[in-house]
């Protein structure tokens, strides 16, 4: 029986975000995992240890394009940075005059 690391994605990209060439929001990835001797630990904990490696760096890849497609929507909105009470105070400084 083959032996498999499965990981399941299912982003929800705003609306507007054009997904990237290629990829859906909702994926399914499976990694097979070599087949060991039985009682063979090390060699087990090895190859799932290669097999996770191989499924983070798979992951990775497709969710840096995931980000970089929604960058594009983002990018487009102006962000507005609040009035700091430093910057009020400046504007209400006084003359030193009593009137």
Known sequence: MARNLTIELR????AGAEPPVGLEPKKTSSFALPTTESGDAKAFYAALSSA???AKEATGAELTQWRDAVAV???GKE???PKDDEDEDEDEE???SDE
Not at 11 to 14: A, D, T, V, Y
Request: aromatic content about 0%; hydrophobic content about 25%.
């Open 52 to 54: 996770i490696n191989n």
């Open 11 to 14: 982003l929800q990209p705003p």
């Open 79 to 81: 962000s507005k940075k």
């Open 94 to 96: 006084v003359d030193g």
């Open 73 to 75: 929507i983002e990018s």
